[in-house]
Nanobody
Framework: QVQLVESGGGLVQAGGSLRLSCAAS????????MGWYRQAPGKQRELVAR???????NYADSVKGRFDISRDNAKKTVYLQMNSLKPEDTANYYC???????????WGQGTQVTVSS
């Protein structure tokens, strides 16, 4: 089992920045992927950014150039630095962990990000 605890959400004005953190605990394999998804009211959950234990990253087109995902493997923590935030970034952000495309996914409880215009 893997447990994920998120922090760092909140309310920010458009153009501002926030940094999300997600700490993993439990059975963590040396190869894994950690990432952030988000879900706005009435919309499907979507991938925001993901990073492997080796440091490979991928981003949703809507956040490229504004968001940066990083991780500290020693701390088993992944970060999402969000800059130039827009009202359309408003959503509940969920941390995600898995060990590959066909493996079980684990989810955090979610942290709310609200961007005011």
């Amino acid at each position: 089992q893997v447990q994920l605890v998120e922090s760092g959400g909140g309310l920010v004005q458009a153009g501002g920045s926030l940094r999300l953190s997600c700490a993993a605990s439990g059975r963590i394999f040396s190869f894994n992927r950690m990432g952030w998804y988000r879900q706005a009211p009435g919309k499907q959950r979507e991938l925001v950014a993901r990073i492997t234990s080796g440091g490979s990253t991928n981003y949703a087109d809507s956040v490229k150039g504004r968001f940066d995902i990083s991780r500290d493997n020693a701390k088993k923590t992944v970060y999402l630095q969000m800059n130039s935030l827009k009202p359309e970034d408003t959503a509940n952000y969920y941390c995600n962990y898995d060990e590959g495309i066909w493996t079980k996914a684990y989810w955090g409880q979610g942290t709310q990000v609200t961007v005011s215009s």
